[in-house]
């Protein structure tokens, strides 16, 4: 199996398996960001305690396999949430556990991708997918 590039090995790593229904949460951050670090942590817990089947992979934008897609990310933490590989959202939010839990649960109830994500975030969404989720099974 693929390694999946990332900032720690216990806390960064996916949790769960690929699957064709699966709803994720992709972290992109970078390593230097001391906001994206104190994060880290409680990422994955805050996703997992919404109970709503998601499964949570960190990715950092440094990396040389993400930094090949040319990503222009400004602001850190950003968030990528997708279903399959169809981006659901894809944002820079603030790591306030309230704000994220609200956006989790509300990206759950929806099956078709976001019509406010333009077709780069989807074709985003599309290599996150391909080149890092799906390398997981």
């Known amino acids: 199996m693929t390694s999946v590039p990332a900032t720690s090995d216990e806390d960064s790593r996916p949790h769960g398996h690929a699957n064709p229904d699966d709803f994720w949460v992709v972290c992109l951050c970078a390593e230097w960001c001391h906001v994206c670090r104190d994060w880290q942590p409680r990422f994955q817990p805050l996703v997992t305690e919404q109970g709503v089947g998601a499964r949570t992979l960190w990715l950092d934008v440094e990396d040389e396999e993400i930094d090949a897609l040319n990503l222009d990310i400004e602001t850190f933490p950003t968030l990528l949430i997708l279903r399959r590989d169809q981006a659901l959202f894809l944002g820079a939010v603030p790591p306030v556990d309230e704000h994220i839990a609200r956006l989790v649960k509300k990206c759950a109830q929806q099956s078709a991708p ?24």
């Open 114 to 137: 976001s019509p406010t994500c333009t077709a780069s975030e989807q074709t985003l969404a599309a290599l996150v997918w391909n080149r890092f989720i799906c390398r997981l099974e």
